[in-house]
């Protein structure tokens, strides 16, 4: 099973011949002692690394041999299984490879039949598309988007579609909708917050829109457009600064490995909900998190963020203990709107887009002031969200006067 992951992220990163010598040493070690199906997967990786890797006699004798495993497996244990199927789609390619459209037509045909679930069903029809020209039509499209509705997260397929509509708009020299699919597949990609997928989609703005694909790099690292970082301004925004409670004492207690694994882990927990809640990070201070909300709205957007962050760290804290695990993800968060000015600060060496301003020290100060498992906003910034917590006047260092918060428990 590990040897299988392995490859299949070694293949998702574009490397297959790392695939090919992980499930080579795999097969070698194990055919004998797992079973036929289990063998059949490493077998189908096998056979799309030498795909992949354009190691066309390879492919043909791994297809083959895939080939002759998939009949025999059918005939001892008939009926649909979702291997079966993964095994249909690389013999389908291996077809298209010997340009043989009847044969990449029945293999297509037998994949969908071992899929129920849409996102597998949709991984079929892109592979229709794709190896089938012809079928890449409005009715085609359709059934995708049927298929992408049916599904309750973003799919793989959902986002290779829209790489291949976009490769169809390269070579119609259609500029605008270039842009527009190469837009869509990486909103998926984030959407489904998995950096392979962003991966893939990366390289495909590298290879059809390489000036595009430096800008965003810009933009992804600087969280502005390129054009914007040469310019400071000052806006009415939102700051949240959050944390985890406790991480510098037990920070003392775990190896490197350790600590930035967890702060990882806190940081990636936040991804979808910074694009649930339009929240942009600014900066990781270790194991803080300190992030903007712009545009209409963002004070109410900004503290639901802080809200569900914490409450989501709660849920992973109470799987933890539970694991026993001694250490959870609890945080603590604190939230303030108004005026921050927003420029590049650093030097030649090294420069980062950032916020600064009596706002980002006031969220900074409230952050301080909460505990565990607590958010606490600057109340005139809660709006009517601030019934809902305890209405309170704190002392905060660096402050001259108290300030009116609203103080909110979260839990699970």
């Known amino acids: 099973i590990t040897a299988g992951h392995l490859a299949m992220l070694e293949l998702r990163l574009g490397?297959?011949?790392?695939?090919?010598?992980?499930?080579?040493?795999?097969i070698e070690r194990c055919r004998t002692s797992i079973p036929a199906r289990s063998v059949l997967?490493?077998?189908?990786?096998?056979?799309?690394?030498?795909?992949?890797?354009?190691?066309?006699?390879?492919?043909?004798?791994?297809?083959?041999?895939?080939?002759?495993?998939?009949?025999?497996?059918?005939?001892?244990?008939?009926?649909?299984?979702?291997?079966?199927?993964?095994a249909c789609l690389v013999l389908a390619r291996a077809a298209a490879a010997r340009m043989d459209a009847a044969t990449t037509e029945r293999w297509l045909s037998e994949a969908m039949r071992h899929f129920s679930f849409p996102a597998d069903m949709a991984l079929v029809?892109?592979?229709?598309?794709?190896?089938?020209?012809?079928?890449?039509?409005?009715?085609?499209?359709?059934?995708?988007?049927a298929l992408f509705g049916k599904s309750d997260v973003v799919s793989e397929a959902e986002v290779l579609t829209h790489v291949l509509?976009?490769?169809?708009?390269?070579?119609?020299?259609?500029?605008?909708?270039?842009?527009?699919?190469?837009?869509?597949?990486?909103?998926?990609?984030?959407?489904?917050?998995?950096?392979?997928?962003?991966?893939?989609?990366?390289?495909?703005?590298?290879?059809l829109l390489p000036h595009a694909h430096a800008d965003r790099m810009v933009e992804r690292y600087s969280g502005r457009r390129a054009e914007g970082l040469r310019h400071s301004t000052t806006e009415e925004a939102t700051i949240v600064f959050a944390d985890l409670v406790g991480f510098t004492s037990r920070s003392n207690e775990m190896n490197?490995?350790?600590?930035?694994a967890t702060c990882r882990s806190l940081f990636e927990l936040s991804v979808p909900l910074q694009r649930k809640y339009r929240v942009r990070p600014l900066t990781y201070l270790g194991d803080g998190l300190l992030a903007i909300a712009q545009g209409e709205g963002h004070a109410a957007r900004g503290l639901a963020f802080a809200k569900e962050l914490l409450r989501q760290a709660n849920r992973i804290t109470?799987?933890?203990?539970?694991?026993?695990e001694r250490w959870g993800l609890t945080m603590r968060a604190g939230v303030a709107a108004g005026p921050v000015v927003l420029g590049a600060l650093g030097s030649q060496f090294r420069l980062q887009y950032t916020a600064i301003?009596?706002?980002?020290?006031?969220?900074?100060?409230?952050?301080?002031?909460?505990?565990?498992?607590?958010?606490?906003?600057?109340?005139?910034?809660?709006?009517?969200?601030?019934?809902?917590?305890?209405?309170?006047?704190?002392t905060l260092k660096g402050i001259s006067q108290p300030v009116r918060i609203a103080r909110f428990a979260i839990g699970l």
């Open 318 to 324: 109470l799987v933890r203990k539970a694991l026993g």
């Open 125 to 145: 029809r892109y592979w229709e598309g794709r190896l089938l020209p012809g079928r890449l039509n409005d009715q085609w499209l359709e059934s995708m988007q």
């Open 41 to 86: 997967r490493l077998q189908t990786y096998l056979a799309q690394a030498c795909l992949d890797g354009g190691a066309s006699l390879r492919a043909a004798e791994e297809s083959s041999r895939l080939e002759a495993m998939l009949h025999d497996l059918e005939q001892a244990q008939p009926g649909e299984h979702h291997l079966n199927g993964f």
């Open 357 to 394: 301003g009596m706002t980002v020290n006031l969220a900074s100060r409230l952050e301080t002031a909460a505990e565990p498992s607590q958010v606490v906003c600057e109340y005139a910034t809660a709006g009517a969200e601030a019934l809902n917590g305890s209405d309170e006047r704190v």
């Open 165 to 207: 509509l976009a490769e169809r708009a390269a070579g119609n020299a259609d500029h605008a909708q270039l842009q527009k699919q190469l837009d869509l597949a990486l909103d998926s990609a984030e959407s489904a917050n998995s950096p392979l997928l962003v991966e893939q989609v990366d390289r495909a703005y590298a290879r």
């Open 256 to 260: 490197a490995g350790e600590v930035m």
């Open 15 to 26: 490397l297959p011949e790392a695939a090919e010598a992980a499930v080579r040493v795999a």
